[in-house]
């Protein structure tokens, strides 16, 4: 393997769900940070027969997390964030790497329930206003400014089955749920961004943090 390919993070498996096959994400440079229109590569690694192939490209990607890539149902697919660079629209790929079949879901994927059927993300190209590396890059003037109070941004979940994502709770929900009258008064005017978000083992709970 070459030495700039790397996993997700920490607590995302790169390995498959029988164990055989591990996913990478191939940097086009590992000395410099990813640049608009930058390309990387989806790399499967067959660990009983040592050999590795490039399944796919991505511009959905950034330093620390590359394009995010997890496991579905089983070993035949891996999902992963893209950008389109003609239109700068971002969107996840569920990919069946042997056959080259992609379904495309709507706003992109963090993190994939265990098994398979469900993606968790917040918005993922507008993570870098609180912390570069961890979404995708288009254009900074196509990137929104999230308040507290929105009401169209937050904690979106994806069916990897049909593609279409849905909200499952916007930042103003979060905000009126976890603080005050007297606070969110205070920060009414304040940004925050639905950062890291997670799955539970079991699949029915997601831990996510607002930044």
């Known amino acids: 393997m070459k030495e700039e390919s790397f996993i997700d993070f920490f607590d995302t498996s790169p390995f498959s769900p029988s164990g ?3 996913a990478l994400f191939r940097m086009p440079d590992e000395t410099d940070l990813p640049k608009l229109g930058d390309k990387g590569e989806i790399v499967i690694v067959d ?3 040592g050999i590795e192939k490039i399944v796919a490209e991505s511009y959905g990607f950034e330093h620390q997390l590359g394009a ?4 579905g149902e089983n070993d035949d697919l891996v999902i992963y ?3 389109d660079l003609e239109t700068w629209e971002y969107f996840g790929v569920k990919l069946n790497w042997r056959t080259g079949e992609k379904t495309r879901l709507e706003i992109g994927v963090y993190h994939v329930s265990e098994d398979g059927l469900e993606a968790c993300t917040g918005n993922p190209s507008c993570k ?6 961890y979404g995708l890059i288009i254009p900074e003037e196509l990137t929104k400014t999230v308040s507290i109070l929105s009401q169209d941004e937050g904690l979106f979940v994806t069916d990897t089955r049909t593609g279409k994502a849905r ?4 930042m103003k929900e979060i905000f009126q749920t976890c603080f005050s009258k007297e606070y969110i008064e205070e920060y009414k005017d304040g940004e925050c961004y639905l950062f890291h978000s997670k799955y539970s ?4 709970k997601i831990m996510f943090s607002t930044r």
């Open 20 to 22: 055989r096959y591990l």
């Open 68 to 71: 995010n890539i997890n496991w």
């Open 81 to 83: 964030n893209d950008v």
């Open 47 to 49: 660990l009983k027969e």
């Open 201 to 204: 083992p079991s699949g029915n």
């Open 167 to 170: 909200l499952l709770l916007s």
């Open 128 to 133: 870098w206003r609180t912390q570069s590396g």
